[in-house]
T-cell receptor
Framework: KAGVTQTPRYLIKTRGQQVTLSCSPI?????VSWYQQTPGQGLQFLFE???????NKGNFPGRFSGRQFSNSRSEMNVSTLELGDSALYLC????????????????FGQGTRLTVV | AQTVTQSQPEMSVQEAETVTLSCTYD???????LFWYKQPPSRQMILVIR??????QNATENRFSVNFQKAAKSFSLKISDSQLGDAAMYFCAIRGTSGSRLTFGEGTQLTVNP
């Protein structure tokens, strides 16, 4: 069974540009969450999608957006890039967002390393 | 709101010895789940162990075990018979029952000395 796949693995962009990152969850998983990891702020939650609907959003500016497709694949977009957006972006997939369904584990991809210059 | 605190930025252990990583948390929810994740240099976050808050019995996975003290809101990870491959950043995390959002601690960098 393939794991969570994130593309691209590395990306270099210039300030002011926009970027789109992709995440393909484990087959059968319908919940996808995104996290930003930086040395200064640690791991911070960006947003969560289930059945093509955003269920939860972290405390990030509107420049950060995402979506989920009918096949559960998800993309996140950052517009008007700033130097501070340089980070490792991690995607996690789960079977279902509710632990009451018995699915508590999140599986992570290897991340996309974004560098803004 | 949920918060997780890991007070040990770095820890080291000799190969084959035992080490304990500390974690405290705060949550207003009565039902929640706690996790320890490992992030090696490859950056892949790997689930090490999980604990359901409603279970009093401490979780164990091979050489990894937890000491869950619900009243104290403490969730420490014990690694027995440490191996070189255990060297990584370890994150403690919590999630509630609604949604899959995880709140992470700052992480503890574990070094295993041969």
């Amino acid at each position: 069974k393939a794991g969570v796949t994130q593309t691209p693995r590395y990306l270099i962009k210039t300030r002011g540009q926009q970027v789109t990152l992709s995440c393909s969850p484990i087959s059968g998983h319908r919940s996808v969450s995104w996290y930003q990891q930086t040395p200064g702020q640690g791991l911070q939650f960006l947003f969560e999608y289930f059945s093509e609907t955003q269920r939860n959003k972290g405390n990030f500016p509107g420049r950060f957006s995402g979506r989920q497709f009918s096949n559960s694949r998800s993309e996140m977009n950052v517009s008007t890039l700033e130097l501070g957006d340089s980070a490792l972006y991690l995607c996690a997939s789960s079977l279902h967002p509710s632990v009451r369904a018995g699915h508590t584990e999140a599986f992570f991809g290897q991340g996309t390393r974004l560098t803004v210059v | 709101a949920q918060t997780v605190t890991q007070s040990q930025p770095e820890m080291s252990v000799q190969e084959a010895e035992t080490v304990t990583l500390s974690c405290t948390y705060d949550t207003s929810e009565s039902d929640y789940y706690l996790f320890w994740y490992k992030q090696p240099p490859s950056r892949q976050m790997i689930l090490v162990i999980r604990q359901e808050a409603y279970k009093q019995q401490n979780a164990t996975e091979n050489r990894f075990s937890v000491n869950f003290q619900k009243a104290a809101k403490s969730f420490s990870l014990k690694i027995s018979d440490s191996q070189l491959g255990d060297a990584a950043m370890y994150f403690c995390a919590i999630r509630g029952t609604s949604g899959s959002r995880l709140t992470f601690g700052e992480g503890t960098q574990l070094t295993v000395n041969p």
